[in-house]
């Protein structure tokens, strides 16, 4: 099939370098020219694990290739996915301008019947909003051509999005028009014969909302894990084998149960209020999705909590951020943990360094106020504190040996729960962690 992707980013690139390895032929759209160029030149824009191997394979055959003209993607395609981003606005709600300029521009470079796919995260009402934009769009622009509407969530995972795109846990789509479904089926068609994944066909409103309800529930997950932290804290509990407990039972699971800083990056924490911001507008309060949001901030709040009880205030203290990227295996800053962190302590006074394996190229791109330090033992070297914000490989290597060699004070709050707290607290560091043993703190 001929397949446009419309937004080459975290989705939309996967996603499209995954149709071609399927044996479509698939252009690639951005609007970003730099991003464009980038991929030209034969590289990702933003860190992937395994998408640098499947983009030299498919474009080296030809069944990849990018644009920045929409009619480049759009012109010929039985099928156009729509990968733009959905970001949050101030009210709650996502920002569906993209999406809409996307059902436009399909309209208008259309050259014969084609399904418009909606792949970005929308609410449920957003594929009748397409459907009224293109008819209206179609009747202005006297185009006679068939656009159906379709929804296809997806549901990788930054860090792990190949391995998610090309064996996914289940293929989701909705639509109400039968040739759109076979066109649909035929885009997954090599998929499910090879990988035998599950497929979910339904309407639109039902597919959009699969998407929400599963980002919220897992970033419920989280908070409720992190709410038990606080309990255990409390009464001397060890949350992690409170969860260890709780995910042997086979209804409950182990996955999404590890306390620490929250959940971040671009998806949960605008999914979880774009869900909530659906229900209102048609007339449901789900106050539980509140408490989630609530419970994450107050885990980031915690943290200073804990660091002023080490070092009283934080006015010149010089606190270093370990983990910078929203999780461990991407490059990705967006709603990081450790950047909301890094603005709150700079707000109280303190000196921040972040360190990151991966992310600080792009830490200095996107928050120039921000200071990355390139060497791990640099970046620990006189600081008050450490803080673990993002779990990768070489910071849960730390040793405690290490923390006390660099460290003006050893002082460690474990905001990813990496490190063994008796190993720690053992060695003579001062080691707070969520929802386990700490150190006292008498003042
Ligand atoms: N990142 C994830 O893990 C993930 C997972 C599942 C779903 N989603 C959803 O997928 C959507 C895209 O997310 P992302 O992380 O890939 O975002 P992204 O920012 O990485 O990519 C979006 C791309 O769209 C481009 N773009 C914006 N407007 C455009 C237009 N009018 N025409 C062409 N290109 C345009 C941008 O330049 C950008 O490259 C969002 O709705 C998101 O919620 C993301």
Redesign the pocket.
């Given at each position: 099939m001929r397949i446009g992707v419309?937004?080459?980013?975290?989705?939309?690139?996967?996603s499209a370098a995954a149709f071609a390895r399927w044996g479509h032929q698939v252009v690639a759209?951005?609007?970003?020219p730099a991003?464009i160029a980038t991929l030209r030149s034969g590289a990702s824009?933003?860190y992937e694990p395994g998408l640098q191997e499947l983009l030299d394979e498919t474009t080296a055959e030809g069944a990849l290739t990018f644009s920045n003209d929409?009619a480049d993607a759009v012109a010929g395609a039985e099928v156009v996915f729509v990968?733009?981003?959905?970001?949050p606005l101030p009210g709650g709600g996502?920002n569906l301008s993209?999406?809409e300029?996307?059902g436009r521009?399909v309209v208008a470079h259309a050259t014969g019947d084609l399904v418009l796919v909606e792949?970005?995260?929308?609410p449920a009402n957003t594929g009748r909003r397409l459907e009224q934009v293109i008819g209206r769009e179609r009747q202005r622009l006297a185009i006679p051509h068939d656009i159906a509407v379709a929804s296809n969530?997806?549901?990788?995972?930054?860090g792990a999005?190949v391995g998610d795109t090309l064996h996914p846990d289940r293929v989701v789509y909705g639509t109400s028009s039968e040739p759109a479904r076979d066109v649909l089926r035929a885009v997954y068609a090599r998929l499910v014969a090879e990988d035998g994944c599950p497929v979910v066909e339904t309407d639109v409103p039902t597919a959009e909302l699969i998407?929400h309800a599963s980002?919220a529930f897992l970033a419920t997950r989280i908070s409720f894990i992190n709410a038990v932290a606080q309990v255990c804290e409390r009464v001397g509990a060890d949350v992690a084998i409170v969860a260890e407990g709780m995910g042997h039972d086979e209804r409950i699971g182990h996955r999404f149960l590890q306390a620490g800083l929250g959940y971040g990056?671009?998806?949960f924490p605008?999914?979880v209020d774009a869900f909530a911001h659906l229900a209102r507008q048609v007339g449901y309060e789900f106050g539980m999705l509140d408490e989630v949001r609530d419970v994450n901030r107050s885990q980031r709040e915690a943290v200073i909590t804990k660091l002023e009880a080490e070092l009283w205030h934080l006015d010149q203290k010089v606190i270093t951020l370990l983990g910078a990227a929203f999780k461990p295996g991407t490059d990705?800053l967006?709603e990081a943990p450790a950047v909301h962190l890094a603005h709150r302590l700079r707000e109280v006074g303190a000196i921040v360094r972040l360190y990151d394996p991966v992310a600080l190229p792009n830490l200095a791109v996107e928050q120039p106020d921000l200071q990355g330090v390139e060497d791990l033992d640099e970046a620990l070297h006189g600081a008050h504190a450490a803080v673990v914000c993002t779990e990768w490989d070489e910071i849960r290597a730390i040793t405690p040996h290490r923390y006390l060699a660099t460290l003006a004070y050893p002082i460690v709050v474990d905001g990813r729960n990496v490190h063994d707290p008796d190993e720690m607290i053992d060695a003579g560091i001062r080691y707070h962690s969520i929802g386990r043993r700490s150190v006292e703190t008498s003042l």
């Amino acid at each position: 099939m001929r397949i446009g992707v419309v937004g080459a980013g975290h989705v939309g690139l996967v996603s499209a370098a995954a149709f071609a390895r399927w044996g479509h032929q698939v252009v690639a759209m951005d609007s970003d020219p730099a991003k464009i160029a980038t991929l030209r030149s034969g590289a990702s824009w933003f860190y992937e694990p395994g998408l640098q191997e499947l983009l030299d394979e498919t474009t080296a055959e030809g069944a990849l290739t990018f644009s920045n003209d929409a009619a480049d993607a759009v012109a010929g395609a039985e099928v156009v996915f729509v990968c733009v981003g959905t970001p949050p606005l101030p009210g709650g709600g996502p920002n569906l301008s993209f999406v809409e300029a996307v059902g436009r521009a399909v309209v208008a470079h259309a050259t014969g019947d084609l399904v418009l796919v909606e792949k970005s995260t929308v609410p449920a009402n957003t594929g009748r909003r397409l459907e009224q934009v293109i008819g209206r769009e179609r009747q202005r622009l006297a185009i006679p051509h068939d656009i159906a509407v379709a929804s296809n969530p997806e549901f990788l995972r930054e860090g792990a999005a190949v391995g998610d795109t090309l064996h996914p846990d289940r293929v989701v789509y909705g639509t109400s028009s039968e040739p759109a479904r076979d066109v649909l089926r035929a885009v997954y068609a090599r998929l499910v014969a090879e990988d035998g994944c599950p497929v979910v066909e339904t309407d639109v409103p039902t597919a959009e909302l699969i998407k929400h309800a599963s980002n919220a529930f897992l970033a419920t997950r989280i908070s409720f894990i992190n709410a038990v932290a606080q309990v255990c804290e409390r009464v001397g509990a060890d949350v992690a084998i409170v969860a260890e407990g709780m995910g042997h039972d086979e209804r409950i699971g182990h996955r999404f149960l590890q306390a620490g800083l929250g959940y971040g990056g671009s998806c949960f924490p605008k999914d979880v209020d774009a869900f909530a911001h659906l229900a209102r507008q048609v007339g449901y309060e789900f106050g539980m999705l509140d408490e989630v949001r609530d419970v994450n901030r107050s885990q980031r709040e915690a943290v200073i909590t804990k660091l002023e009880a080490e070092l009283w205030h934080l006015d010149q203290k010089v606190i270093t951020l370990l983990g910078a990227a929203f999780k461990p295996g991407t490059d990705d800053l967006r709603e990081a943990p450790a950047v909301h962190l890094a603005h709150r302590l700079r707000e109280v006074g303190a000196i921040v360094r972040l360190y990151d394996p991966v992310a600080l190229p792009n830490l200095a791109v996107e928050q120039p106020d921000l200071q990355g330090v390139e060497d791990l033992d640099e970046a620990l070297h006189g600081a008050h504190a450490a803080v673990v914000c993002t779990e990768w490989d070489e910071i849960r290597a730390i040793t405690p040996h290490r923390y006390l060699a660099t460290l003006a004070y050893p002082i460690v709050v474990d905001g990813r729960n990496v490190h063994d707290p008796d190993e720690m607290i053992d060695a003579g560091i001062r080691y707070h962690s969520i929802g386990r043993r700490s150190v006292e703190t008498s003042l």
